[in-house]
């Protein structure tokens, strides 16, 4: 489908795929990698049902020490076999500036999470690997300061950046975060960037991710990030949030009228 407003910096994340122009992507995958199995089961989803990037936490940030902190290096390694076999670029959380060579090894493309779009030190390692990077917006960043992280990567002379809004700190309890589309209209026309949405971590609940998934390609997004398990009430991370495999091959189906009407 062709964009609202094509992007025009067009990031190849390997394996024949890009993010920005006229594509829309989805990347998708579990929350948190638990396990060789389960990973399998939902990779075979998600690539199945027309997702094209792989998600998947090896290292969690996690709020409270005592959760599910990720499998780390494991984590990594489990990736990286998962877009061997299944030829399926992969993007994952990096939390550490010691941790980007490692990542960068395992993962085509290095997500900096929300809780981190301040951490400049990050930001600038994570530029030097060459890698694509996912910037989330920070939970309580205004659109400026978001460009100015992005800022931070990209004058390492790494140009290969993506925009993820996963929704900001407001007096609303009713979702987890509140999903800011209007940034990702503001984001697309100030500047060239591809801008993914996530509505899995910007609600925290399942049911609401269907019409803000829609919302987000209608808005203009260029693709979306979303959580997917085979069995989420066993996810060892955020299992309220996560899509089951019928929830998202109905979102799948659900989204190509929107894209056709744009
Ligand atoms: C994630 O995508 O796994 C994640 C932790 O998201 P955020 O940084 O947006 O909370």
Known sequence: ARRVRPSTTRVDVGFGVEVGGDAFVVAAGPCAVES????????????????????GGAFKPRSHPASFQGLGAEGLALLARQREVTAIPVVTEVLD????????????????????MHNFEL????????????????????????????EYVLRTGNPHVILCERG???????????LDLGAVAVAKRRGHLPVLVDPSHATGRRELVRPLALAAAAAGADG????????PETARCDGAQALTAADFDRLMADLRPVLRAL
């Open 36 to 55: 060789q199995a389960v990973l399998n089961d939902i990779t075979s989803v998600v690539a199945l049902g027309g997702a094209s990037i792989l998600r």
């Open 97 to 116: 500036p010691r941790h980007v060579a490692a990542v960068a090894e395992s993962a085509d493309i290095l997500q900096i999470g929300a809780r981190n």
């Open 123 to 150: 930001l600038k390692e994570a530029g030097r690997s060459g890698r694509p990077v996912l910037l989330k917006r920070g939970l309580a960043a205004t659109v400026d300061e978001w460009f100015g992280a992005a």
């Open 168 to 178: 900001v700190r407001t007096f609303e309890p009713a979702t987890r975060f509140t």
């Open 224 to 231: 979306l990030l979303l959580d997917v398990h085979t069995a």
